[in-house]
């Protein structure tokens, strides 16, 4: 059965630290995809990244960058040089294949982020 | 730019009231989501829709009702709200080709 786990509830820095947030999935398919978002603290979640099962590439768009493993089943977010902006939930998510109807998204429990000034 | 939009973003409810929570897209999305958020339990998947009249039950359906009659709107609806209900709700779209979410700005409930 397919399962994210976000291991960290709740995060805290000081600005301009790094952070990483960690997430371990489980899945039977070999073709899936993984995904970050963010939750700040308005509600709206923000899609940040997709990635398929396929691509090892780490990723990297600014202070963001992910680091995704297959060997370890895991898909790591860190913020490099955090901003009191970054405050929010993150959520980490798997989703089945994308073969038209029926596919599903299974998400983590979230991280809470605080970034203090 | 795609937008989710929930139908009221705070409703406040007593035990055994019907509600509707609403949502509508406006980016012709075949697939629709609604979840329910909770402290420590992340997103829970209640029902999907892949089409039109089409719903599928997701982790945590029970006590809860959808409908899906024009593709852009997808309601959720609670038959006889319990106190164990108050939550946020969430509703999604999907884009397909890229399995990218779009969500909703969210609905919270309380049932008294």
């Known amino acids: 059965a397919q399962k994210v786990t976000q291991a960290q509830t709740e995060i805290s820095v000081v600005e301009k630290e790094d952070v990483t947030l960690d997430c371990v999935y489980e899945?039977?398919?070999?073709?899936?995809?993984l995904f970050w978002y963010k939750q700040p603290p308005s509600g709206e979640l923000v899609f940040l990244i997709r990635?398929?099962?396929?691509?090892?590439q780490n990723e990297i768009s600014g202070r963001y960058s992910w680091n995704f493993q297959k060997s370890t089943s895991s898909f790591n977010f860190t913020i490099t040089a955090s901003q009191v902006v970054d405050s929010a939930v993150y959520f980490c998510a798997l989703s089945d294949p994308l073969v038209g109807t029926g596919n599903q998204f299974y998400f983590g429990t979230g991280t809470s982020l605080t970034v203090i000034p | 730019d795609v937008k989710v939009t929930q139908s009221s973003r705070y409703l406040v409810k007593r035990t055994g009231e019907k509600v509707f929570l609403e949502c509508v897209q406006d980016?012709?999305?075949?697939?629709m989501f609604w979840y329910r958020q909770d402290p420590g339990l992340g997103l829970r998947l209640i029902y999907f829709?892949?089409?039109?009249?089409?719903?599928e039950k997701g982790d945590i359906p029970e006590g809860y009702s959808v409908s899906r009659e024009k593709k852009e709107r997808f309601s959720l609806i609670l038959e006889s709200a319990s106190t164990n209900q108050t939550s946020m709700y969430l509703c999604?779209?999907?884009?397909?080709?890229?399995?990218?979410?779009?969500f909703g700005e969210g609905s919270r409930l309380t049932v008294l």
């Open positions: 980016m012709d999305h075949e697939n």
């Open positions: 990635r398929n099962s396929f691509d090892e």
């Open positions: 829709s892949y089409d039109v009249k089409m719903k």
């Open positions: 899945t039977r398919d070999t073709t899936y995809y």
């Open positions: 999604a779209s999907v884009l397909l080709n890229t399995g990218e979410l779009f």
